[in-house]
Nanobody, 127 residues
């Protein structure tokens, strides 16, 4: 069993940067593909970015390309989401999630692809 904890949310202004982190328990973190998802008020949860087990393959939703960077440190059992040039429409609860199965980063992940979820952290971007 893997537990995921995402500290690091908060209130920022438009144009600011924020880094989210997701710490995983367990010794098998390095085997999992990891993803970041978000759910804005009134919306369904959507995919943001994902990274394969090695960190070599990454996929972003179009709205995140050029502004967000996903990375991981397997020695620290942690995955990160660096968010730059934040916009009010980035306001959402951000979730990290882990996938036991293979992932080649050739497309987005969906809720049903993921095996473990964090509880989420709220990011609010004011205009």
């Amino acid at each position: 069993q893997v537990q995921l904890v995402e500290p690091g949310g908060g209130l920022v202004q438009a144009g600011d940067s924020l880094r989210l982190s997701c710490a995983a328990s367990g010794r098998t973190f390095s085997r999992y593909a990891m993803g970041w998802f978000r759910q804005a008020p009134g919306n369904v949860r959507e995919f943001v970015a994902a990274i394969d087990w090695s960190g070599d393959s990454i996929y972003y939703v179009d709205s995140a390309k050029g502004r967000f960077t996903i990375s991981r440190d397997n020695a620290k059992n942690t995955v990160y989401l660096q968010m730059n040039s934040l916009k009010p429409e980035d306001t959402a609860v951000y979730y990290c999630a882990g996938r036991r199965g293979p992932y080649s980063a050739n497309g987005p992940l969906y809720d049903y692809d993921m095996d473990y979820w964090g509880k989420g952290t709220l990011v609010t971007v004011s205009s």
